[in-house]
């Protein structure tokens, strides 16, 4: 069956093509020179480095965003090279959010930064892991961990990178797990009110995290972008994977179900409703679209009995041993620990050059949490090899040979 592809209206086509013509620009588009930093006498903007272009590249640079490559998008324990990584997740989000952007005539370099970064802070494991280590977390210092939150504290924590607010802000909010109909900027034009927000996130997890919005467009064609990016690709890895069959077939609906009919078609709504205005928003139909393939996703792939055993048996305990083990490293000194020896150390000679930070000074548990969260799914499972070899616990790589 051939896919479904929309195209946009007549009628905006010839409007973008005569407001190119005259250089429009559009007016509620953030500029380089709205660009904040904490430390405003560092990292000046420069007509090769522009304010966003510097985000990207410390992004870029980061030894975190190495460890995307190895770490769970959806699917764990394959040795299939076809199935997504998170790296290659956080490169569709931007590419998705840029084809938005560029036609919006947003700022592009912030949208990649938001959207290159929106995942730092994302666990082994990927949702499951989150789940494990904010349940852990909550229980010693009644926090909780989110990805989006610890994605912020990795940056502007841990690595000290003084980013702008803008690409802080929209790593915050991204918030892919949560839809609506319409994106409206909620401004965010200081560093005070940020961290207010932050903390709150915190203290508070899902409650407040449900009420984040993007401070700019730009942050909210990353939140959607998000969404797009995994919907369909999700429903091809699961294919992949075998945790579906390959003849199974999602609700047809006028947006499409295949992961080239989601991108196209739901990019062409966004535009087709949003151009020219302050705020982001999607018709009724790819709303209720969007909703509905969330949903299906849901039961037919994340709710997988087969996933979720490997996860809450054997995954889920690992975690708990680790957690306590490294817990107790730290409170006792033990300086041989893996804990100090491939964090805690590596922590304090990234940051040399940024601003002093005696980062062992930090509540333990949160030390704990940020390296369990900085692990890729192999160094995991090393290294709970190493520090438990006789456990019961033992994870088995599907290989790219079993049926």
Not at 261 to 267: A, D, T
């Amino acid at each position: 069956m051939a896919l479904k592809y929309h195209v946009l209206s007549k009628e905006l086509q010839e409007q973008i093509t005569e407001d190119r013509a005259k250089n429009w620009e559009n007016p509620y588009k953030c500029k380089d020179t709205d660009a904040l930093r904490r430390d405003p006498t560092h990292d000046n903007a420069n007509l090769w480095r522009p304010a966003f272009v510097r985000d990207i590249e410390k992004i870029l640079h980061l030894p975190v965003y190495n460890r995307y490559a190895d770490k769970t998008q959806v699917f764990s324990l394959y040795h299939n090279d076809d199935i997504s990584r998170r790296g290659l997740h956080v490169q569709l989000v931007s590419r998705i959010a840029r084809n938005i952007g560029a036609v919006l005539g947003l700022n592009i370099d912030l949208i990649e930064a938001i959207a290159l970064g929106h995942d730092l802070g994302h666990t082994p494991f990927g949702h499951a892991g989150e789940r494990f280590l904010s349940e852990l977390l909550h229980q010693n210092t009644g926090c909780y961990f989110n990805h989006n939150v610890h994605s912020v504290r990795v940056v502007d924590r841990l690595y000290r990178r003084n980013l702008t607010l803008q690409t802080l802000d929209g790593i915050l909010c991204h918030n892919g797990e949560f839809e609506k109909k319409e994106y409206i900027p909620k401004p965010c034009n200081n560093f005070c009110n940020f961290d207010k927000k932050f903390l709150q996130c915190c203290n508070l997890g899902k409650e407040a995290i449900d009420r984040l919005i993007p401070s700019t467009l730009e942050g909210c064609v990353v939140r959607i972008s998000d969404m797009i990016a995994y919907l369909g690709k999700d429903r091809q890895d699961a294919r992949i994977a075998k945790i579906i069959d390959s003849n199974n077939e999602f609700a047809p609906n006028e947006t499409g179900s295949k992961n080239a009919e989601i991108i196209n078609n739901l990019i062409v709504d966004i535009i087709e409703n949003s151009y020219g205005k302050s705020f982001i928003h999607l018709s009724q139909t790819a709303y209720n679209d969007l909703k509905k393939a969330k949903d299906e996703n849901t039961e037919i792939i994340y709710k997988n009995k087969e996933i979720s055993d490997i996860y809450d048996k054997v995954i889920k305990p690992m975690f708990e041993q680790m957690y306590k083990k490294l817990l107790s490293d730290i409170k006792q000194g033990n300086k041989n620990s893996f804990i100090f020896r491939h964090h805690i150390n590596d922590i304090n000679y990234q940051t040399k050059y940024y601003s002093q930070f005696d980062y062992i000074n930090e509540s333990p548990d949160f030390i704990v949490s940020d390296y369990i969260a900085s692990m890729t799914d192999d160094y995991f499972i090393e290294l709970y090899r190493e520090m438990f070899p006789d456990s019961k616990f033992k994870i088995e790589y599907k290989s790219y040979f079993e049926n």
